[in-house]
């Protein structure tokens, strides 16, 4: 499986931007997919998740609220609209999908990673 993320860019604090995630070589439609984000320096961390049927989403705390998962399971596909951009969401953005139905928080909830996306908030 590989997952290929794209629609990441230069954004001013404030603005949106989305972010697509597309799975190629093996469906993952019933799969949990997620995102997660590593700014220079910091941890990878959790961003959001989705489960198989478009459900249970959840989402980081510092994102909650601003950002919005969804997916389209026929075009293989999962999106993150991000709203209300700040500064501290730059970070390179990597998709994963899940190792059940349904993922969680977790790295360790996850099989298949994507190569990331750079997404850059100018203040």
């Known amino acids: 499986v590989q997952l290929q993320a794209s629609g990441g860019g230069l954004v001013q604090a404030g603005g949106s931007l989305r972010v697509s995630c597309r799975a190629s070589?093996?469906?993952?439609?019933?799969?949990?997919m997620g995102w997660f984000r590593q700014a220079p320096g910091k941890e990878r961390e959790f961003v959001a998740s989705?489960?198989?049927?478009?459900?249970?989403?959840l989402y980081g705390d510092s994102v909650k609220g601003r950002f919005t998962i969804s997916r389209d399971n026929a075009k293989n596909t999962v999106y993150l609209q991000m709203n209300s951009l700040k500064p501290e969401d730059t970070a390179v953005y990597y998709c994963?999908?899940?190792?059940?139905?349904?993922?969680?928080?977790?790295?360790?909830?996850?099989?298949?990673w994507g190569q990331g996306t750079q997404v850059t908030v100018s203040s």
């Open positions: 994963a999908g899940g190792r059940r139905s349904y993922s969680g928080k977790s790295r360790d909830d996850y099989t298949f």
């Open positions: 070589g093996r469906a993952l439609s019933n799969n949990g």
């Open positions: 989705i489960g198989w049927s478009g459900g249970g989403a």
